[in-house]
């Protein structure tokens, strides 16, 4: 089994629309959760984090974690097409502290 | 720009060449590493380098040998590489005892031919 499980898409959607992106993951001594953003030909870049149940938000974008079900989701309000790009999502082991362990990732598409 | 920055950008190699990839970071962090990325794959960790010192090899073969002499460059050093060795390398930093915010270089794209 996957220590992170993400959806790969591609998932398509109309500017405006809200996205719902999700990962399910396997071992509950993780305990920070991110989502990397990475456009074709860059590199991932950190769009947020947290370390505890809940939701996070920053700006158009929310981050929630649930851990009792394992599942952290990422979603996007206003979906614009800049927005379009492959969301990542990771988990950190809180001892080590080091080690990414990274969702296949979900390709996303905003239409104009 | 990240702060993270890796070069080439793109390399193609012969299974017989050896080369070497670059990466530079000006952010002050002290932990850097190396990813593979390969289509429809999760990022593969490689290797970790805490203060230049090795901390984890994640059972990469010895075609690929990583260089850390000093906490802002890492090397990834190449020989004998095999087609399926073709990926995106992605460097990455990030401060010492927490992986949570890294920060990740461009990628340099390598094919073996």
């Known amino acids: 089994q996957k220590e992170v499980e993400q959806d790969p898409g591609p998932l398509s959607v109309p500017e405006g629309a809200i996205v719902s992106l999700n990962c399910t993951y396997s071992?509950?001594?993780?305990?920070?959760f991110m989502w990397y953003r990475q456009y074709s030909r860059k590199g991932p870049e950190l769009l947020m984090y947290t370390y505890s149940s809940g939701n996070k938000e920053d700006g158009r974008f929310t981050a929630q974690v649930d851990k009792s079900s394992k599942y952290i989701s990422l979603f996007i309000r206003d979906s614009q097409p800049s927005d379009s790009a492959t969301y990542l999502c990771a988990k950190v082991l809180e001892t080590s502290g080091s080690r990414l362990t990274f969702g296949e990732g979900t390709q996303l598409t905003v239409n104009p | 720009e990240t702060g993270v920055t890796q070069t080439p950008r793109h390399l193609v190699m012969g299974m017989t060449n050896k080369k070497s990839l670059k990466c530079e970071q000006h952010?002050?962090?002290?932990?850097m590493y190396w990813y593979k990325q390969s289509a429809k794959k999760p990022l593969e960790l490689m290797f970790v380098?805490?203060?230049?010192?090795?901390?984890e090899n994640n059972s990469v073969p010895s075609r690929f040998s990583p260089e850390c002499p000093n906490s802002s460059h890492l090397f990834l050093h190449l020989h004998t590489l095999q087609p399926e060795d073709s990926a995106l390398y992605l460097c990455?930093?990030?401060?010492?005892?927490?992986?949570?915010?890294?920060?990740f270089g461009q990628g340099t794209r390598l094919t073996v031919v």
């Open positions: 952010l002050g962090h002290n932990a």
């Open positions: 380098y805490n203060f230049k010192e090795q901390t």
């Open positions: 990455a930093s990030s401060l010492r005892d927490r992986g949570v915010e890294a920060f």
């Open positions: 071992n509950s001594a993780f305990q920070y």
